[in-house]
């Protein structure tokens, strides 16, 4: 009868997988999670920008034949939540600033989907051809990888993160 030999090196395959295996799956899934939050902020900043590309074509002096085509408040809004696909309407927040600096605020963008309200206002001169109108938006985005990021102190966790966007555009007509 032989002896069988022992293999000194019995089980080095679930030690090397335990010091390799769980940082490099680490390592994945928060390259996972950073391709979705550049995505979410790549898709909030095109939204805004749509969203005022939308209302600086619609100033005071535009019209197409015999109707002005002045913008509301509410398709502003609905240009800018449409555009942004994958974002969670009931976090975004929609806010349209004219050149008086005065801010419409629409946190969260149902509070204004139905205003008929006109944006910029017709009464004023910040509805003219040259001004610059702004529109922003900010969203909190709830990812996976979220529950295992440490917050400031002990015991905090984050669980969203947000976005924020801007576009500044000039009206046109």
């Known amino acids: 009868m032989t002896m069988r030999k022992w293999n000194k090196e019995s089980g080095n395959q679930t030690v090397e997988f335990t010091l390799i295996g769980l940082p490099l799956t680490f390592l994945l899934f928060s390259i996972a999670n950073m391709c979705f939050a550049m995505l979410t902020l790549h898709t909030l900043q095109e939204a805004v920008e749509q969203g005022a590309r939308y209302a600086s074509t619609r100033g005071s002096t535009c019209s197409s034949g015999s109707n002005s085509c002045t913008v509301t408040v509410a398709q502003i809004v609905n240009v800018v939540s449409n555009s942004a696909a994958g974002i969670n309407k009931s976090k975004l927040n929609v806010y349209l600033t004219s050149a008086s600096n005065t801010v419409t605020n629409c946190a969260p963008v149902s509070t204004c989907s139905s205003t008929n309200t006109t944006w910029p206002t017709s009464t004023s001169s910040d509805n003219a051809p040259g001004k610059d109108i702004i529109v922003s938006a900010n969203c909190n985005v709830s990812a996976p990888m979220f529950m295992f990021w440490g917050g ?11 976005f924020a966007a801007y576009s500044r555009q000039r009206l046109m007509f």
């Open 152 to 162: 400031s102190s002990a015991g905090t966790r984050i669980s969203s993160t947000a």
